[in-house]
């Protein structure tokens, strides 16, 4: 039981991710419209059984001060709350990452660029590397992320965390805009 409650909240806060690394990149979501989206497929080893999924974000509203995206996962991890975004700030990524769960804390470990190939396309990465602490269930993860500016949304390309009792990957598989 405690194996699944790690691996939801993993799950939770690894859905919430947006944009770290991007500290200085003001906010990338300024320049979003409604039915803008990308799709990442998510691969997920949990005490030795592997799941797989795909996660759809999309922007569902918009105005001058915030962006509302939609974060949908089949098979479906239950409904989720809208994300807004506030545009009115600089996007704060870390707090961004660790999402609602005030007892999360993000250490950073280290910084870099890097070219990354998904699929067909190769991008210019930043990526951001760190430990993700869960205070109220003593478990952490190692966290690294990769991020495009020529990614919509947040702009992740890839992720990964590993801990002691769940592994999990995310890869960019496409991105557009819905009428």
């Known amino acids: 039981m405690r194996a699944t409650y790690v691996a939801s909240v993993a799950v939770a806060l690894v859905l919430s991710a947006r944009a ?4 200085k990149a003001g906010n990338q979501y300024k320049d979003a419209k409604v039915g803008d989206y990308v799709t990442y497929k998510m691969t997920m080893t949990l005490m030795g059984k592997d799941h797989e999924a795909t996660m759809k974000e999309t922007v569902t509203a ?3 001060k915030e962006v509302t995206v939609k974060s949908v996962t089949t098979p479906s991890k239950g409904e989720r709350k809208p994300h807004k975004i506030d545009l ?5 990524p870390v707090a961004d990452f660790l999402g609602e ?3 999360a804390k993000f250490a950073k470990s280290g910084a870099g660029e890097e ?6 396309k190769t991008y210019e990465c ?3 590397a760190g430990k993700v602490t869960f205070g ?3 478990a952490d993860m190692d966290v690294k992320m990769w991020y495009s500016k020529s990614v919509p949304l947040s702009g992740m390309v890839k992720m990964e965390a590993k801990g002691d009792q769940v592994n999990m990957r995310f890869e960019l598989t496409g991105s557009g805009h819905e009428k």
Do not use: L, R
């Open 88 to 92: 009115t700030k600089a996007y704060d």
């Open 136 to 138: 109220d269930i003593k």
């Open 62 to 64: 918009k105005t001058d």
């Open 126 to 128: 930043h990526w951001i």
């Open 101 to 103: 769960d005030k007892d």
């Open 115 to 120: 070219k990354v190939k998904v699929g067909d």
């Open 20 to 23: 770290p690394g991007q500290e």
